[in-house]
């Protein structure tokens, strides 16, 4: 268990629709980071927060959008979702080692679009 | 710019040693190593700052060349709890930002 809590696991919705996916970081973590994978793309970066802003910005589409909350947790809100918005979306919180920053993955949450 | 892995895939026998490479096009800060097991989220394995070091996990380390911008992973005798997929994640250097970008993942087989 990494301590990096991510709801639901799984959501099936339909085409057009829009989902909230929720993230709550390690105890202590103030980064939260949110990745997309897919079978193809493997581990694709879409945004970072750190403390409640922004720290930098991946290939996260306009339809996609993040907020972390004072108390750290994070969401990520899809809107008008299409079939290629299916993957597993990862929530990570991470630890600076001195050497570099630690990911800690949550569980991913599967999202389905039928 | 995602970095390159190679080979896509590899399947071992118990005992067996395999490479796992990592290739970007920029110049590197630092390259990043997780396994991912079926089912499971990525777990962090090791990190390797730009300075050529390598690095030691159990049986598994790394190195990092620096001027090349690769890496390479090394598994010697391989074991069945190995099994997974692993990617590397590179920082780019000059980034203003923290920002980790992975490759597409070397999926490793081993068998009995």
């Known amino acids: 268990d990494s301590g990096v809590t991510q709801t639901p696991k799984h959501l099936i919705t339909a085409t057009g629709q829009r989902v909230t996916l929720r993230c709550s970081p390690r105890?202590?973590?103030?980064?939260v980071y949110w990745y997309q994978q897919s079978l193809d793309q493997g581990l694709q970066f879409l945004i970072q927060?750190?403390?409640?802003?922004?720290?930098a910005k991946g290939n996260i589409l306009e339809r996609f959008s993040a907020q972390q909350f004072p108390d750290l947790h994070s969401e990520l809100n899809l809107s008008s979702l299409e079939l290629g918005d299916s993957a597993l979306y990862f929530c990570?919180?991470?630890?600076?080692?001195?050497?570099?920053?630690?990911?800690?993955f949550g569980s991913g949450t599967q999202l389905s679009v039928l | 710019q995602q970095p390159v892995q190679s080979p896509q895939a590899v399947i071992l026998r118990e005992g067996e040693d395999a490479v796992i490479n990592c290739s970007s096009s920029?110049?590197?800060?630092?390259v990043h190593w997780y396994r991912q097991k079926h089912g499971e989220a990525p777990v962090f394995l090791m990190i390797?700052?730009?300075?050529?070091e390598q690095k030691g996990h159990e049986k598994i380390s790394a190195s990092f060349n620096e001027k090349k911008q690769q890496s390479s992973l090394y598994l010697t005798a391989s074991q069945l709890s190995y099994s997974g997929t692993y990617f590397c994640?590179?920082?780019?250097?000059?980034?203003?930002?923290?920002?980790?970008?992975f490759g597409k993942g070397t999926l490793l087989t081993v068998n009995p």
């Open positions: 990570a919180s991470s630890v600076e080692t001195g050497t570099g920053e630690k990911l800690f």
């Open positions: 105890s202590g973590d103030l980064s």
């Open positions: 927060y750190y403390n409640g802003e922004e720290r």
């Open positions: 920029k110049a590197l800060y630092s």
């Open positions: 390797l700052l730009k300075g050529g």
């Open positions: 994640g590179t920082e780019v250097s000059g980034g203003s930002n923290y920002k980790l970008t």
